[in-house]
């Protein structure tokens, strides 16, 4: 039997970012013997709930390896490298993990950063005129300096570090919330098969995985990860980036964030990092000189070298326009909307909807005299220079709140929204629960207020853990719920959350 299949099957039973994949790796070696009934006998201790020993013992009596089978055999076919957990070329930085991968699958040539200093580079999709420079010098930079550039191959922010990573020669990495397979977003084309011919891209869903929104959120660990050290270019308070950094945090990784223009909608974020003790980033040798005296491929001379008299603006507006990085629908040339942005068409979205709802009762509160309407400032585009106390209603206790009409997901990400004493709402401390899709809601109410729940205890036929993981990240975004250690969630006390009277 090929091994291989065991740990397929394993991470496709329990579902891609469970932590329980991993605790039965650790206590009984090998997805074999979990395959092979080693986990049967599990019992509640410390560690493991009852409840969580019960759901493990069902989910592994569910035995069968056609699937699993099925997909080592389609990556043969497709040329597709299935690294597992206890593979050589596994890197070691996952193991270490909670929630490692089982599995990870890998076209191209995955950098070998043993003595080589890795960055994740991440940021908005909708990055101004001033991330996009920033972007894609630090990407530059860090190639320059001997650094491995890690992103995710999206819109915006990520993909024009990488483009400014392999403009400059560097290896890279990306991680993709899809199978490695497919191109997404599909206008990344070039893209994609430049990094197969300069590093590789990875994934832990199997080929032919779509681009679930759920998928993403659980992809950044791995970002982070395989990274010494993760830096965000431009973020808004409710950007998915965010999730990179906390993960980063967690992990033990430096992390590093883009000062951005006070007042800036997409420098909210990373103020708040740096306010919050992230290390500022100026140029891309503020990150390689904190790791020259770990790694002897640091090199900060030549960065420096190389990078004196560029001029970021044209190269990375050039490689935009090469490469449609941010341009949807296969533009070129000059993008639609602000550069390294979605073009306005696109986003004709239910969840655009809904912020139109927002916008108009709004601005019926202004007509009514009612004060307090804060609504998100418009996207604005820096310049760039050359490179060189209201009252509180509380939802009741356990209520269970309906859903609304499902919402773009987005990948996690929220833009947060506050509207104080407008006509026809509660005002809300955190956040409106009925902004929140359906499956975020109910993962919200099968939470009880102040009590810690690990994921898995949240699944169900309905939910699997990648869209409870998805959830759980938005939640603790509009400060719904707060992480603690140990993987555990916790749903905030009720009277911290409020409810729109507008539906």
Request: aromatic share 6%.
């Amino acid at each position: 039997m090929d091994e291989r299949a065991y740990w397929i099957w394993l991470a496709e039973a329990f579902g891609q970012g469970s932590p329980l994949a991993a605790l039965l790796i650790r206590r009984f070696g090998s997805a074999r013997a979990v395959f092979e009934g080693a986990a049967d006998e599990l019992e509640p201790d410390a560690e493991v709930r009852s409840e969580t020993a019960a759901s493990i013992r069902e989910t592994v009596r569910k035995k069968s390896l056609t699937r699993a089978e099925d997909i080592a055999a389609r990556c043969d076919n497709r040329g597709i490298r299935i690294l597992t957990c206890d593979s050589p070329a596994y890197p070691d930085a996952l193991r270490t993990l909670r929630d490692m991968p089982m599995v990870l699958y890998v076209l191209g040539e995955l950098p070998d950063v043993t003595d080589r200093l890795s960055t994740a580079v991440v940021g908005t999709r909708k990055m101004t005129d001033y991330g996009r420079r920033i972007a894609y010098a630090l990407g530059a930079g860090l190639a320059f300096g001997g650094a491995a550039v890690v992103s995710g191959m999206a819109l915006g922010a990520d993909s024009m570090a990488l483009a400014g990573a392999l403009d400059a020669g560097g290896p890279v990495l990306a991680v993709l919330g899809c199978g490695v397979d497919i191109v997404y977003p599909s206008e990344h084309g070039e893209l994609y098969h430049r990094i197969l011919e300069n590093g590789a891209v990875l994934s832990e869903y199997p080929p032919g995985s779509p681009p679930v929104g759920s998928h993403f959120p659980v992809r950044n660990r791995i970002m982070s990860g395989l990274s010494d050290a993760a830096v965000v270019v431009e973020a808004g308070r409710g950007s998915g980036a965010l999730i990179t950094a906390r993960l980063a945090l967690e992990q033990g990784r430096r992390l590093f964030a883009v000062p951005g223009r006070v007042g800036d909608e997409g420098a909210e974020g990373t103020n708040d990092l740096i306010r919050e003790g992230a290390l500022p980033v100026m140029r891309p040798e503020d990150v390689l000189s904190e790791f020259a005296h770990i790694y002897k491929s640091v090199n900060l001379p030549l960065a420096h070298t190389r990078l004196r008299n560029l001029n970021f603006e044209e190269l990375s507006r050039e490689a935009m326009e090469r490469t449609g990085i941010g341009v949807r629908d296969g533009a070129r040339g000059k993008p639609s909307g602000s550069p390294g942005a979605r073009s306005r068409d696109f986003r004709d979205t239910p969840r655009r909807r809904a912020d139109e709802k927002f916008r108009r009762a709004s601005e019926e509160g202004r007509r009514s005299d009612r004060s307090g309407v804060e609504a998100p400032a418009p996207e604005k585009e820096s310049a760039v220079p050359r490179q060189d106390e209201p009252k509180k209603t509380a939802a009741p206790k356990e209520t269970p709140v309906s859903a609304p009409a499902p919402k773009e997901n987005d990948f996690g990400k929220r833009e947060k929204q506050t509207v104080n004493s407008a006509k026809n709402f509660v005002p809300a401390q955190k956040t409106e629960l009925d902004l929140l899709d359906e499956s975020e809601l109910k993962v919200y109410n099968k939470m009880k207020p102040s009590v810690p729940t690990l994921p898995d205890e949240l699944v169900d036929a309905d939910t699997p853990i990648g869209a409870v993981l998805s959830a759980l990240t938005v939640l603790e975004l509009t400060g719904a719920v707060e992480s603690g250690s140990g993987g555990y969630f916790m749903r905030v006390a009720p009277d911290d959350i409020m409810l729109s009277e507008n539906s």
